[in-house]
C-alpha cells in the first residue's frame, strides 16, 4: 500500500475501530492463476497474541478455501475499506486564491496481513455465525438469534460453508482526509461535506479531527 507519512495511521485502537465498524473485508490470496478476492464478514479477536486474529467463513462451494488451504504458507490481505467521499476543488480556499487545485478522494483504510488455516470443524462453525450474527444483530430492538431458526436446518446450512481462521501478522492503515491541504482548504472541505453531501457526515468528521478543526 502506498503509505505518505502524511496518511498513516498506526494506533491500534483505531485500526481496529474501522474493522468492527465496516466489518465485510477483501480477502485477497494467491491462486494457480493468479488473484482471488471475494467479499467476506470478519469478526476480530484483537485480543489473540501475538497481534489479533480475524474469523469469517465462505460457501463451501466457492473455490478460494480450497486454494487456501492447499497453500498453508501464502499469506493472504484483507482490505477493509472505511468512510470514502470526492472531494471537489470548489470546496477550497486556493481555489480562489490561485485556481492550482484539482479533485481528489478522501478515505480511511485498514490492511490486513496473516496466515490463514481452513476449518471445517462443525463446533468452531456453530460458534462463529453464532457471533458474527450477535455483533450484527445486537444493536436492534429485536434481534435475531441463530437459535431462533430450527436446529437441523442451520445444521444443514452449516455443512455448506467453511471457516477461516487468520492470525495477524501485520495490520496498517490510511487516513486520507485532507491532512495535506492548507488549513483553510480543510476547513471548507468539512463545510462543503457538512452542506452539500448529506451522506459524507462522517468524513467531514475526520476532516476535522485529523486536519485539527475540531475546535473550528
Given at each position: 500500500m502506498y503509505e505518505p507519512p502524511l496518511f498513516q495511521e498506526i494506533r491500534p485502537d483505531v485500526l481496529r475501530g474501522l474493522i468492527r465498524a465496516h466489518p465485510l473485508g477483501m480477502l485477497i490470496s494467491n491462486g494457480s492463476e493468479g488473484p482471488v478476492a471475494n467479499l467476506l464478514p470478519f469478526l476480530l479477536d484483537a485480543?489473540?497474541?501475538?497481534?489479533?486474529?480475524?474469523?469469517?467463513?465462505?460457501?463451501r462451494a466457492n473455490p478460494q478455501w480450497r486454494l487456501l488451504a492447499d497453500n498453508p504458507a501464502s499469506p493472504v490481505l484483507?482490505?477493509?475499506?472505511?468512510?470514502?467521499?470526492?472531494?471537489?476543488?470548489?470546496?477550497?480556499?486556493?481555489k480562489r486564491e490561485t485556481g492550482k487545485v484539482v479533485p481528489t478522494?478522501?478515505?480511511a483504510m485498514v490492511?490486513?496481513?496473516?496466515?490463514?488455516?481452513?476449518?471445517e470443524d462443525q463446533d468452531w462453525l456453530a460458534?462463529?455465525?453464532t457471533e458474527l450474527t450477535a455483533?450484527?444483530?445486537?444493536?436492534?430492538?429485536?434481534?435475531?438469534?441463530?437459535?431462533?431458526?430450527?436446529?437441523?436446518?442451520?445444521q444443514s446450512q452449516?455443512?455448506?460453508?467453511?471457516?477461516?481462521?487468520?492470525?495477524?501478522?501485520?495490520?496498517?492503515?490510511?487516513?486520507?482526509?485532507?491532512?495535506?491541504r492548507p488549513v483553510a482548504d480543510r476547513v471548507g472541505v468539512a463545510e462543503?461535506?457538512?452542506?452539500?453531501?448529506?451522506?459524507?457526515?462522517?468524513?467531514?468528521?475526520?476532516v476535522r479531527s485529523y486536519g485539527g478543526l475540531d475546535n473550528t
Open positions: 485480543d489473540v497474541p501475538p497481534n489479533g486474529r480475524l474469523r469469517a467463513h465462505l460457501a484483507i482490505v477493509f475499506q472505511g468512510v470514502d467521499s470526492y472531494v471537489t476543488p470548489s470546496w477550497y480556499e486556493t478522494w478522501n478515505y490492511q490486513v496481513r496473516g496466515m490463514v488455516r481452513v476449518i460458534q462463529q455465525i455483533s450484527q444483530e445486537g444493536r436492534r430492538e429485536a434481534p435475531w438469534a441463530v437459535t431462533d431458526a430450527p436446529a437441523s436446518f442451520i452449516i455443512k455448506g460453508i467453511v471457516g477461516l481462521e487468520i492470525e495477524i501478522t501485520d495490520m496498517r492503515g490510511k487516513w486520507k482526509v485532507s491532512q495535506n462543503g461535506m457538512e452542506n452539500e453531501e448529506p451522506n459524507s457526515p462522517d468524513m467531514a468528521k475526520l
